[in-house]
Nanobody
Framework: QVRLVESGGGSVQSGGSLRLSCVAS???????MAWARQPPGKEREGVAV???????EYSDSVKGRFTISQDNAKKTLYLQMDNLKLEDTAMYYC???????????????????WGQGTQVTVSS
Protein backbone atom coordinates (compact mmCIF):
# COMPACT_ATOMS: atom_id res chain seq x y z
CA GLN A 1 0.00 0.00 0.00
CA VAL A 2 1.56 3.21 -1.27
CA ARG A 3 0.15 6.71 -1.46
CA LEU A 4 1.80 9.35 -3.64
CA VAL A 5 1.08 13.08 -3.46
CA GLU A 6 2.53 15.50 -6.00
CA SER A 7 3.08 19.23 -5.66
CA GLY A 8 4.97 22.03 -7.36
CA GLY A 9 2.99 22.42 -10.54
CA GLY A 10 1.94 25.77 -11.88
CA SER A 11 2.22 28.18 -14.76
CA VAL A 12 5.56 29.25 -16.18
CA GLN A 13 6.83 30.97 -19.30
CA SER A 14 8.75 29.02 -21.90
CA GLY A 15 12.41 28.76 -20.97
CA GLY A 16 11.59 28.83 -17.29
CA SER A 17 11.95 26.17 -14.62
CA LEU A 18 9.81 24.27 -12.16
CA ARG A 19 10.52 21.62 -9.57
CA LEU A 20 7.92 18.98 -8.86
CA SER A 21 7.85 17.01 -5.63
CA CYS A 22 6.18 13.75 -4.70
CA VAL A 23 5.84 12.63 -1.11
CA ALA A 24 5.34 8.91 -0.60
CA SER A 25 3.72 7.19 2.34
CA UNK A 26 3.48 3.50 3.08
CA UNK A 27 5.94 1.13 1.44
CA UNK A 28 8.14 3.62 -0.40
CA UNK A 29 10.67 4.48 -1.68
CA UNK A 30 11.82 0.92 -2.35
CA UNK A 31 11.67 -0.13 -5.98
CA UNK A 32 11.10 2.01 -9.03
CA MET A 33 9.79 5.55 -9.03
CA ALA A 34 8.95 7.64 -12.06
CA TRP A 35 7.21 10.64 -13.52
CA ALA A 36 4.63 10.38 -16.27
CA ARG A 37 2.58 13.07 -17.95
CA GLN A 38 -0.54 13.51 -20.03
CA PRO A 39 -0.71 16.48 -22.38
CA PRO A 40 -4.22 17.73 -23.16
CA GLY A 41 -5.87 15.52 -25.76
CA LYS A 42 -3.00 13.04 -25.82
CA GLU A 43 -2.07 9.71 -24.26
CA ARG A 44 -0.06 9.41 -21.10
CA GLU A 45 3.67 9.12 -21.62
CA GLY A 46 6.67 8.30 -19.52
CA VAL A 47 8.97 11.16 -18.61
CA ALA A 48 11.67 9.94 -16.24
CA VAL A 49 12.48 6.88 -14.14
CA UNK A 50 14.79 6.31 -11.20
CA UNK A 51 15.63 2.87 -9.86
CA UNK A 52 16.42 1.91 -6.32
CA UNK A 53 20.12 2.00 -7.19
CA UNK A 54 19.81 5.58 -8.36
CA UNK A 55 20.04 4.83 -12.07
CA UNK A 56 17.92 7.09 -14.24
CA GLU A 57 16.27 7.07 -17.65
CA TYR A 58 14.55 9.86 -19.56
CA SER A 59 12.31 10.19 -22.56
CA ASP A 60 14.01 11.68 -25.59
CA SER A 61 11.80 14.74 -25.43
CA VAL A 62 13.03 15.80 -21.97
CA LYS A 63 16.56 14.41 -21.96
CA GLY A 64 19.05 17.10 -21.04
CA ARG A 65 16.36 19.38 -19.62
CA PHE A 66 14.75 17.37 -16.81
CA THR A 67 16.39 15.71 -13.82
CA ILE A 68 14.78 13.07 -11.62
CA SER A 69 16.07 12.54 -8.09
CA GLN A 70 14.94 11.23 -4.74
CA ASP A 71 15.53 11.72 -1.05
CA ASN A 72 15.09 8.35 0.60
CA ALA A 73 15.12 9.76 4.12
CA LYS A 74 12.22 12.07 3.30
CA LYS A 75 10.54 9.56 0.98
CA THR A 76 10.32 12.31 -1.59
CA LEU A 77 10.74 12.17 -5.35
CA TYR A 78 11.67 15.24 -7.38
CA LEU A 79 11.56 16.32 -10.98
CA GLN A 80 13.63 19.38 -11.81
CA MET A 81 12.40 20.82 -15.10
CA ASP A 82 14.57 23.38 -16.86
CA ASN A 83 14.18 25.15 -20.19
CA LEU A 84 10.51 24.34 -20.29
CA LYS A 85 8.78 24.29 -23.66
CA LEU A 86 5.18 24.72 -24.70
CA GLU A 87 4.93 21.00 -25.43
CA ASP A 88 5.76 20.24 -21.79
CA THR A 89 2.30 21.43 -20.79
CA ALA A 90 0.60 18.44 -19.19
CA MET A 91 -0.73 16.86 -16.05
CA TYR A 92 2.28 15.33 -14.34
CA TYR A 93 1.95 12.19 -12.27
CA CYS A 94 4.22 10.57 -9.72
CA UNK A 95 4.17 6.81 -10.25
CA UNK A 96 5.85 3.80 -8.74
CA UNK A 97 6.11 0.05 -8.64
CA UNK A 98 8.13 -2.69 -7.00
CA UNK A 99 10.53 -2.89 -9.94
CA UNK A 100 11.38 -0.95 -13.06
CA UNK A 101 10.14 -2.24 -16.39
CA UNK A 102 10.56 -1.18 -20.00
CA UNK A 103 6.80 -1.51 -20.24
CA UNK A 104 6.64 1.92 -18.62
CA UNK A 105 7.86 3.54 -21.82
CA UNK A 106 5.16 1.85 -23.88
CA UNK A 107 2.42 2.37 -21.33
CA UNK A 108 3.05 4.20 -18.05
CA UNK A 109 -0.16 2.64 -16.75
CA UNK A 110 1.88 -0.54 -16.29
CA UNK A 111 3.08 0.94 -13.01
CA UNK A 112 0.93 0.12 -10.02
CA UNK A 113 0.90 3.26 -7.89
CA TRP A 114 -0.18 6.71 -9.05
CA GLY A 115 -0.52 10.11 -7.48
CA GLN A 116 -3.37 12.50 -8.17
CA GLY A 117 -1.33 14.62 -10.56
CA THR A 118 -0.15 18.22 -10.64
CA GLN A 119 -0.75 20.54 -13.58
CA VAL A 120 2.14 22.19 -15.41
CA THR A 121 1.28 24.89 -17.93
CA VAL A 122 3.95 26.50 -20.09
CA SER A 123 3.11 29.68 -21.96
CA SER A 124 4.93 31.72 -24.57
Amino acid sequence: QVRLVESGGGSVQSGGSLRLSCVASGDAISGCMAWARQPPGKEREGVAVIGNSGSTEYSDSVKGRFTISQDNAKKTLYLQMDNLKLEDTAMYYCVGDAACSYAFWSSPRAFRYWGQGTQVTVSS
